[in-house]
């Protein structure tokens, strides 16, 4: 069992940024994706950037150009880095890990961090 936990939301203006860090209990390195979601009042949970075993990064189109994924395994600890936000991104942001252990498919989440863009 790994345990991840998110930190680094908060209030922020438009156009201003922030870095949410996911801190996993165990190596990160026995996961082929780490992600971040995020999940709107109202709206579904939403892939917002993912990043593999190899260093393949994917984004969703909104954030494009405006958020950074990475990872460093020595800290095993997952960072979105965001700048530019908008009042759309906000939401509730999860750390997510997935992968194949010996026992079966591995699907671990944190439970989220909020981030509130505002004036």
């Known amino acids: 069992q790994v345990q991840l936990v998110e930190s680094g939301g908060g209030l922020v203006q438009p156009g201003g940024s922030l870095r949410l860090s996911c801190a996993a209990s165990?190596?990160?390195?026995?996961?082929?994706?780490m992600g971040w979601y995020r999940q709107a009042p109202g709206n579904q949970r939403e892939s917002v950037a993912t990043?593999?075993?190899?260093?393949?990064?994917n984004y969703m189109d909104s954030v494009k150009g405006r958020f950074t994924i990475s990872k460093d395994n020595n800290k095993n600890t997952v960072y979105l880095q965001m700048d530019s936000l908008k009042p759309e991104d906000t939401a509730v942001y999860y750390c997510?890990?997935?992968?194949?252990?010996?026992?079966?498919?591995?699907?671990?989440w944190g439970k989220g961090t909020l981030v509130t863009v505002s004036p």
């Open positions: 997510n890990a997935k992968g194949v252990g010996w026992s079966g498919p591995m699907d671990y």
């Open positions: 165990g190596s990160i390195s026995r996961f082929d994706v």
């Open positions: 990043v593999t075993s190899s260093d393949m990064t």
